[in-house]
């Protein structure tokens, strides 16, 4: 077994089609790609609704407001992650609680994350890192009435007994970002199977629609084409992604192997 070596982002003549078809369009937002690109993801992982936005902290930051959390509320986020999953709590008006990580898989703990819970406390933001999916079941269960986000920035693809990572929570937040898996340069996703809380979605990240005084938080059509081609390879990254993992966990000197997360990059269905 070897590595297999590729330039990131994999680019073919079918990307390069859906961009040149946005400069010829002249439409750079609210256009057909980003249309097909939110229908298409919500049909790959199963979920009832998805809202392309311009980041995935954007796409935080639209659930929390969403879920009508702001000034007072606490919600649980993992110390490891990045500035982005917290930094929407703040712009909520929120307060965001750190939570020590699980070593097994470096995810958020859910012991310290109960002891970590308040009167407070009306969200949990399990952050999948690397792209291994944290047990959403668990935390469901370990933390009834409580909003779960799931930051599934880097685990497009990813599954856990058979569900993908970011349908399972209340809302899904993904990343579209040049390093992501699936890679529109820029760019993010929102996903939920609640109406409800989609229609409120949609109308915060649209200035005038609605009752609401929403945000200007577009995809571009260039991220949006880019990411819709990139989706149809997805399968094939996550594939290139578990053959290096592999490689990698093979070679490594053993005493070196509980120094690693037990999966990096994108995942396949964990049990």
């Keep these: 077994m070897s590595i297999q070596k590729t330039a ?6 079918k990307d390069v089609e859906n961009i040149m078809q946005v400069v010829t369009s002249r439409t750079f937002v609210k256009g057909e790609f980003s249309k097909q690109l939110a229908e298409e993801f919500a049909q790959f992982i199963k979920v ?12 935080i930051h639209l659930a929390l407001i969403a879920a009508g959390i702001g000034q007072g509320d606490e919600v649980l986020v993992p110390d490891l992650t990045y500035v982005g999953s917290v930094s929407p709590i703040v712009n909520a008006g929120a307060v965001p609680v750190f939570v020590d990580i699980d070593p097994a898989d470096y995810n958020i703990s859910i012991r310290d994350a109960l002891k970590k819970r308040t009167s407070k406390t009306r969200v949990i933001i399990p952050v999948h890192v690397h792209g291994y999916p944290c047990n959403i079941h668990t935390i469901r269960e370990s933390f009834p009435g409580l909003v779960i986000i799931e930051d599934a920035c880097q685990a497009h693809g990813a599954k856990r007994a058979g569900i993908y990572a970011g349908s399972s ?87 070196w192997r509980g120094c690693l997360p037990v999966r990096t990059g994108c995942c396949p269905d964990m049990a």
């Design 48 to 59: 009832g609704y998805c809202r392309t936005v311009g980041s995935c902290t954007h796409a």
């Design 8 to 13: 990131w982002p994999i680019i073919d003549q």
């Design 169 to 255: 929570g209340d809302i899904g937040c993904f990343s579209l970002n040049q390093v992501k898996p699936l890679c529109g340069g820029q760019g993010g996703l929102v996903v939920t199977n609640d109406r409800r809380l989609w229609e409120r979605i949609e109308e915060l990240a649209s200035p005038g629609k609605g009752d609401t005084v929403g945000l200007s938080y577009e995809i571009t059509e260039m991220s949006a084409a880019l990411a819709l081609s990139q989706l149809s390879k997805l399968t094939t990254v996550i594939e290139k992604a578990n053959h290096n993992y592999m490689h990698f966990k093979e070679t490594i000197n053993p005493e």
